[in-house]
């Protein structure tokens, strides 16, 4: 599996839109469901979005549907694209593994770091 990288956090006004990319260090996710997740400061984790191992099933939290999109590539990357943020989606946002199938499951493991995403004017 290796150690899950998040990248492409940043500043964006409201209205914007970014990309997060999650990546394997020494190893590969060709083989396992990916998830984001985000935490905010004083707020629970919630679960953002989770694609399976072939892409072909994507699961959206209710607070993201419409404006985020998963997806993955041959490249050993999965990807959020987020549409117009709003102040709210402010948080840090992880990638992780799913203990079970996409929408089946609310544990994870193997967090990265995370990537700190801040919707500001």
């Known amino acids: 599996q290796g150690q899950l990288v998040e990248s492409g956090g940043g500043l964006v006004q409201p209205g914007g839109s970014l990309r997060l990319s999650c990546a394997a260090s020494?190893?590969?996710?060709?083989?396992?469901?990916i998830g984001w997740l985000r935490q905010a400061p004083g707020k629970e984790r919630e679960e953002v979005a989770c694609?399976?191992?072939?892409?072909?099933?994507t699961t959206y939290g209710d607070s993201v549907k419409g404006r985020f999109t998963i997806s993955r590539d041959n490249k050993n990357t999965v990807y959020l694209q987020m549409n117009s943020l709003k102040p709210e989606d402010t948080a840090v946002y992880y990638c992780?593994?799913?203990?079970?199938?996409?929408?089946?499951?609310?544990?994870?493991?193997?967090w990265g770091q995370g990537t700190q995403v801040t919707v500001s004017s």
């Open positions: 992780a593994f799913p203990l079970g199938p996409c929408g089946y499951t609310s544990e994870y493991d193997h």
């Open positions: 020494g190893g590969t996710l060709d083989d396992y469901a």
């Open positions: 694609i399976s191992s072939t892409g072909g099933t």
